[in-house]
């Protein structure tokens, strides 16, 4: 069974695409005439442009929604595809659950006939520079370190690229790990951390102290008078990067 198949039952509940971050991977896409999107699951972020969506979760594929490009099971790291099958492959916060990362990138490399779009992270600015995991959940934080890929090696892996920040807006409407960094309440609520991976992944029994002090400090004021500077901010950068590598 794929992972998602257990931990992607609410999905598109909390994880619906943000506005100004599909802007940002459509203009990443270019002018590509047809996209494949990988580890596609409930479809956020696809431009009309795209021809199918691959993905190993059954779960995940019946969240999308009618209309979307077809999708077919399949894992990254064996793409039932052709050479150049499209100009464009996507893979959208999805490659840190891989379990042949290389294996994976060689195959969207194969598969696209100009441009390679990746949305990962950072995760030496992301454990720096985000209060959550710097200041109350490092288990969480421990945990990512054993997926996430330094943006070098995956550069170096997709046989070089470029990388823009993703912005993360305040009002983020796709609920991502950091979407709610000037919203800390929100990750009080069991069903949104049910939509983080790195939070229902490192489980509420190792989290629970944390979530407690975040909760006290919520209730005191404590976390408003800590973090007052955050208040002021409409975007911030955590770590979020945008790797376009082409062909
Ligand atoms: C956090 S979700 C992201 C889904 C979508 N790209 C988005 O941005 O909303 C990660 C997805 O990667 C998929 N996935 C996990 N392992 C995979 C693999 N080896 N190849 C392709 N997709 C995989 C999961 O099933 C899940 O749907």
Same mark, same amino acid.
């Given at each position: 069974?794929? %992972?998602?198949?257990?931990?992607?039952?609410? *999905?598109?509940?909390?994880? #619906?695409?943000?506005?100004?971050? &599909? =802007?940002?991977? +459509?203009?990443?896409?270019?002018?590509?005439?047809?996209?494949?999107?990988?580890?596609?699951?409930?479809?956020? *972020?696809?431009?009309?442009?795209? !021809?199918?969506?691959?993905?190993?979760? @059954?779960?995940?594929?019946?969240? @999308?929604? #009618?209309?979307?490009?077809?999708? !077919?099971?399949?894992? &990254?790291?064996?793409?039932?595809?052709?050479?150049? $099958? $499209?100009? $464009?492959?996507?893979?959208?916060?999805?490659i840190h +659950?891989?379990?042949?990362l290389a294996?994976?990138l060689?195959?969207?490399?194969?598969?696209?006939?100009?441009?390679?779009?990746i949305?990962t992270?950072d995760q030496r600015?992301?454990?720096?520079?985000?209060?959550?995991?710097?200041? *109350?959940?490092?288990? =969480?934080?421990?945990?990512?370190?054993?997926r996430a890929t330094p943006i070098d090696r995956l550069v170096d892996l997709l046989g070089g690229g470029?990388q823009?920040?993703?912005?993360?807006?305040?009002?983020?409407?796709?609920?991502?790990?950091? &979407?709610?960094?000037?919203?800390?309440?929100?990750?009080?609520?069991?069903?949104?951390?049910?939509?983080?991976?790195?939070?229902?992944?490192?489980?509420?029994?190792?989290?629970?102290?944390?979530?407690?002090?975040?909760?006290?400090?919520?209730?005191?004021?404590?976390? +408003?008078? @800590?973090? $007052?500077?955050?208040?002021?901010?409409? %975007?911030?950068?955590?770590? *979020?990067r945008?790797v !376009?590598s082409?062909?």
């Open positions: 069974m794929a %992972t998602y198949d257990t931990l992607g039952t609410t *999905y598109a509940r909390t994880r #619906q695409p943000d506005p100004r971050i &599909a =802007a940002q991977i +459509h203009a990443a896409l270019g002018d590509a005439a047809d996209v494949i999107n990988v580890g596609a699951g409930a479809g956020s *972020y696809e431009p009309p442009e795209t !021809v199918l969506a691959v993905e190993p979760s @059954r779960v995940m594929i019946t969240q @999308r929604p #009618q209309g979307a490009a077809p999708a !077919v099971r399949a894992v &990254a790291e064996h793409l039932p595809l052709p050479v150049d $099958a $499209a100009d $464009a492959v996507m893979a959208l916060l999805t +659950h891989w379990s042949d294996a994976g060689r195959e969207l490399r194969r598969v696209a006939r100009r441009r390679v779009v949305l992270w600015v992301f454990r720096e520079r985000f209060w959550l995991v710097r200041d *109350y959940l490092p288990e =969480a934080a421990a945990f990512d370190e054993t470029r823009e920040p993703v912005r993360i807006p305040h009002d983020c409407v796709d609920g991502f790990a950091a &979407a709610y960094w000037r919203r800390p309440h929100l990750y009080l609520d069991p069903q949104v951390r049910a939509g983080i991976s790195m939070l229902a992944q490192t489980g509420d029994d190792v989290l629970a102290p944390g979530l407690a002090r975040l909760g006290a400090d919520l209730t005191t004021g404590r976390w +408003h008078a @800590r973090y $007052a500077d955050l208040l002021t901010l409409d %975007t911030i950068d955590l770590g *979020y945008l !376009v082409e062909a």
